[in-house]
């Protein structure tokens, strides 16, 4: 079956390398930060200023001036620093995050991703998605895999606007882990329990599908 919200962050979580510095976006990348190994170091950052950022609060540790990106409070591991964001967005923009992990509209085959807005409807802003789409290397984008209405969000082209071109190499759904290379998808994992032709129907973009696609362990 589809993995939930919260099982996609912990897949996620497992890419974590000692070390790291990782930016989590808003919505299910910000999850992430409740599945770190706890043998691990990792300083996750937030856009608008937070380096050190910890799993989300409890009811008795919530603290209104502390959040996310995304609004959401969250609480500061030990060593955690506070800054204004034009620190933060130097610390993106100079290549110093190791891992960016972003939600998404679509993404396509050459690695294009649309992130930030649908036309029509009413948008926020695109926020800080542009400078992590340019200044991170390694990106995996979180996303459904079609729309509640079946289709696709895996395709040959996007046909939203553009956050960031070229940039996306991996893709985690809540179907299948996904690898992009050559202008093609690239099928590595599966759900438990989803099948590979569930996921070869439910990409619109060219998918390679090479020996036996393991299910993923969670």
Do not use: W
């Not at 962050?9 to 070390?19: K, N, P, T």
């Not at 969250?74 to 620093?81: K, L, Y």
């Not at 590595?188 to 020996?211: C, D, M, N, Q, Y």
């Amino acid at each position: 079956m589809a993995l939930s919200r919260e099982q996609i962050a912990q897949r996620v979580a497992q890419e974590l390398q000692d070390g790291y510095y990782v930016n989590l976006g808003i919505g299910i990348p910000t999850l992430v930060a409740n599945y770190v190994p706890d043998d691990m170091e990792v300083m996750l950052q937030s856009e608008n200023g937070l380096l050190g950022m910890g799993q989300f609060p409890t009811e008795e540790d919530i603290d209104a001036d502390l959040i996310n990106a995304g609004k959401q409070t969250v609480t500061m591991a030990t060593g955690a620093s506070i800054f204004d964001s034009a620190e933060s967005f130097a610390m993106i923009r100079g290549g110093h995050v190791d891992l960016t992990v972003l939600g998404a509209f679509e993404v396509d085959v050459n690695g294009n991703i649309a992130s930030y807005m649908i036309p029509g409807k009413l948008i926020k802003g695109m926020g800080g998605a542009m400078d992590l789409v340019a200044g991170a290397d390694n990106i995996i984008v979180t996303m459904t895999h079609a729309s509640k209405h079946g289709v696709s969000k895996l395709l040959s082209h996007c046909t939203l606007p553009l956050t960031g071109k070229g940039c996306i190499k991996k893709v985690l759904t809540d179907l299948a882990f996904i690898e992009i290379r050559g202008g093609k998808f690239h099928l590595l994992e599966r759900a438990p329990g989803v099948s590979v032709e569930e996921i070869v129907t439910l990409t619109a973009g060219e998918l390679v599908v090479t020996g036996d696609i393991p299910e993923m362990i969670l």
